[in-house]
């Protein structure tokens, strides 16, 4: 089992930054793809970032096209932590944004990810 707690969602304005925690529990956690997925009002949820478990090798990351570039998810297993740092933010990326957890390596699908956070609200003024 995990749990998983985010945080860090705010108010900002278009060209801003704000950076995303997620907070997970169990001794496990170092072993699982964390991803981070985001739905806006009246849209389906969609992918954004994952990072792969960071075992022998270096993490993995995968983006979506549309975050390419501006956002940059890292994680620290140490702290059980995952993160997403989001630079020149745009009115489009205003959304719930949630962290979840996956047993596949570079899952991208939701039906992939296994444990949710109850998500943090970013919106982007323009």
């Known amino acids: 089992q995990v749990q998983l707690a985010e945080s860090g969602g705010g108010l900002v304005r278009a060209g801003g930054s704000l950076r995303l925690s997620c907070a997970g529990s169990?001794?496990?956690?170092?072993?699982?793809?964390m991803g981070w997925f985001r739905q806006a009002p009246g849209k389906e949820r969609e992918f954004v970032a994952a990072i792969s478990w960071s075992g022998w090798a270096s993490s993995q990351t995968i983006y979506a096209d549309s975050v390419k570039g501006r956002l940059t998810i890292s994680r620290d297993n140490a702290k059980n932590t995952v993160y997403l740092q989001m630079n020149g933010l745009k009115p489009e990326d205003t959304a719930v944004y949630y962290c979840?957890?996956?047993?596949?390596?570079?899952?991208?699908?939701?039906?992939?990810?296994?444990?949710w956070g109850q998500g943090t609200q970013v919106t982007v003024s323009s």
């Open positions: 169990g001794r496990t956690f170092s072993s699982y793809t």
């Open positions: 979840a957890a996956s047993g596949i390596s570079a899952a991208t699908l939701r039906a992939d990810y296994d444990y």
